[in-house]
């Protein structure tokens, strides 16, 4: 059978109603195989029939209500309250099933040697391991469900941290700040060895810093520091650049290189020999341990920025593997100006703690930053 059929028909809710009647088949074609000697198979066919309602309302309320409500939500206590009080329930529904519609029903077809005992104990087992049988197997998709979420995150994440690789430094921005460099040693001035230090900062960080999970914000706030200082020696006059850090920075961890593909995408895009005046604003506030960052950049209105290039899809898919739920990011074409915002709660400790642990409150109280 073909292995991605077999998933859809498992995991799809557009086989719901084929998973249920095969499962229904299959304790009809067990029990059926069991009895048939006692009852033969006319009456076997007709005793399983009459009894599938019977376990169906036995059966539903476990896989449906029970076992996701208590079970998979780790209310273990309560869970076995109810399982509990399920089984005892079970004995009196079962001979209820048995006293008021089974029984009548037989009599009714006028079937002979009828068991009229309502206190029958291998309906009953049979009916709570069929409903067992079930749990199990709800279970059991619930694992692999889990599993393939956990198997495609990790793919996700390893393929997000290899084109994040890939993007860390372009050529270009290595090349003309080389250059640059070199134009000012030429000319023996002061700056060659601040623009020298700076990328060499700048490389350090990205090569050494960068392999943990978590680095401080304030040297990942100096880092993009020296990143603008050498794209203004580049730039000189051409581009009017606003800095703006406000708050307490110190003691707060985020996750290498988030940030730095915003100013990357605001000087490839703002820096277009097209506008009369270039500008690029970079604004970060801390508050608490919530930070908002907000990167804006001229533009020349006729051109569409896309949304979803792929360094800002990089950064997307980095902020939504590593601070699940927990951030919001917005990015807007406003016409002659492109602006992204990032909010996200910092942690104030490393502690040991993974970059998927960084956010422990939801960041909705803090948007008025």
Not at 30 to 52: C, S
Not at 107 to 129: C, V
Not at 261 to 287: I, M, R
Request: with cysteine; glycine share 4%.
């Amino acid at each position: 059978m073909d292995i991605q059929f077999l998933n859809k028909f498992v995991f799809s809710s557009k086989y719901t109603v084929w998973r249920h009647t095969l499962f229904w088949l299959s304790v009809g074609l067990f029990t059926l195989l069991v009895w048939i000697d006692q009852n033969g198979l006319w009456k076997g066919l007709i005793n399983e029939g009459l009894w599938l309602p019977g376990r169906i309302l036995f059966c539903y309320p476990l896989i449906y209500w029970v076992v996701p409500k208590f079970l998979l939500k780790e209310r273990y206590g309560q869970f076995i309250l109810i399982i509990a009080l399920w089984i005892i329930a079970g004995w009196f529904f079962n001979f209820a099933y048995r006293a008021y519609i089974f029984i009548p029903l037989e009599d009714a077809m006028h079937f002979k040697n009828i068991n009229r005992e309502p206190w029958q104990q291998g309906s009953y087992l049979l009916m709570t391991t069929v409903a067992g049988y079930a749990c199990i197997i709800v279970l059991f998709k619930h694992w692999m469900k889990k599993q393939q979420e956990w198997m495609q995150a990790e793919k996700e994440k390893v393929t997000a941290e290899l084109q994040l690789l890939k993007a860390q430094v372009h050529p270009h921005f290595l090349f003309n700040t080389l250059n640059n460099i070199y134009s000012f040693s030429l000319q023996h001035s002061d700056k060659t060895p601040g623009l020298i230090l700076k990328l060499s900062s700048l490389l350090s960080y990205m090569l050494y810093d960068c392999k943990a999970d978590l680095v401080l914000l304030e040297k990942e706030i100096e880092v993009m520091k020296d990143y603008v200082d050498l794209e203004r020696e580049r730039y000189g006059n051409r581009i009017d650049i606003s800095w703006s850090v406000e708050g307490d920075i110190k003691n707060k961890y985020i996750v290498p290189l988030l940030l730095l593909p915003f100013l990357e995408n605001a000087f490839k895009h703002g820096t277009s020999e097209q506008l009369e005046k270039p500008w690029l604003s970079f604004d970060l506030v801390v508050k608490q341990n919530s930070m908002k960052c907000k990167v804006a950049n001229s533009k020349n209105e006729f051109v569409t920025i896309s949304k979803q290039g792929i360094g800002m899809e990089n950064v997307k898919k980095r902020v939504s593997l590593l601070y699940p739920n927990k951030h919001e990011l917005k990015i807007n074409d406003e016409g002659n100006f492109f602006v992204v915002a990032l909010l996200l709660e910092l942690a104030n400790n490393h502690s040991g703690q993974s970059a998927s642990h960084v956010v422990s409150k939801s960041v909705k109280e803090y948007a008025a930053i």
